[in-house]
């Protein structure tokens, strides 16, 4: 699986769009991009994903670049409750791969 | 209804004992996963079962032994429980065959050995 670069840590202000960047260069091009989060002494939660095009749902949005060499993940209208580490992850689906590799994430602070 | 539970939510114990930690899903997924999140925040896969076939052990003591008596259920038995087994315990659920494999993650078990 490819390798992934998340911020350590964001801020953003309470109703504001929180935009959160991966970059994943070596990307192949079966790999998919994963975003999951982990609010404190939770279970990580499953977000989005996406292959090429950008995807949306009911929690947020995911941007993928031309060249799927970077990604951002977008939470709308962000609140206090987003307050986690969010996970990029790039995995190829499928196969003998069943693992999430996941790293170090980047730890979003929602302020008032 | 919780898709992913487990059991206990709390686990605390000396030193050699053994103990279990029971994970059950109820979405139908073939595929469940056992993942250990130490002190330093790092989620590492441990084991992986798919219709109840072990597929995945990322070279974990044999002290550690799931056990997964169907499709819906996968528990972790540790025997001689050291001080470095304390951590969270998370156990996951997907469908392979569902073409993106999306993983669906439990609560979390806290273990600590004392």
């Known amino acids: 699986d490819a390798k992934t670069t998340q911020p350590p840590s964001m801020d953003c202000a309470e109703g504001r769009a929180a935009n959160l960047p991966c970059n994943h260069s070596?990307?192949?091009?079966?790999?998919?991009v994963y975003w999951y989060r982990q609010i404190h002494s939770q279970g990580p939660q499953y977000i989005i994903h996406g292959l090429k095009n950008n995807e949306t749902n009911e929690m947020a949005s995911l941007i993928i670049t031309e060249d799927r060499k970077s990604s951002t993940l977008i939470l709308p209208h962000a609140t206090l409750r987003d307050t986690a580490v969010y996970y990029c992850?790039?995995?190829?689906?499928?196969?003998?791969?069943?693992?999430?590799?996941f790293g170090k994430g980047t730890l979003l602070t929602v302020n008032p | 209804d919780t898709a992913v539970s487990q059991t206990p939510k709390y686990l605390v114990t000396q030193m050699g004992n053994d103990k279990s930690i029971k994970c059950e899903q109820n979405?139908?997924?073939?595929?469940m996963y056992w993942y250990k999140q130490d002190s330093k925040k790092f989620l590492k896969i441990m084991f992986s079962?798919?219709?109840?076939?072990?597929?995945i052990n990322e070279t974990v003591p044999n002290r550690f032994s799931p056990k997964s008596p169907d499709k819906a259920h996968l528990n972790l038995h540790i025997n001689s429980l050291e001080l470095g087994d304390s951590a969270v315990y998370f156990c996951?659920?997907?469908?392979?065959?569902?073409?993106?494999?999306?993983?669906?993650f439990g609560p979390g078990t806290r273990l600590t050995v004392l």
């Open positions: 070596t990307i192949s091009g079966n790999e998919y």
């Open positions: 996951a659920s997907s469908q392979r065959t569902s073409g993106t494999d999306t993983q669906y």
């Open positions: 079962y798919n219709n109840k076939e072990l597929i």
């Open positions: 979405l139908g997924h073939d595929t």
């Open positions: 992850i790039v995995r190829l689906v499928g196969g003998s791969n069943y693992k999430l590799t």
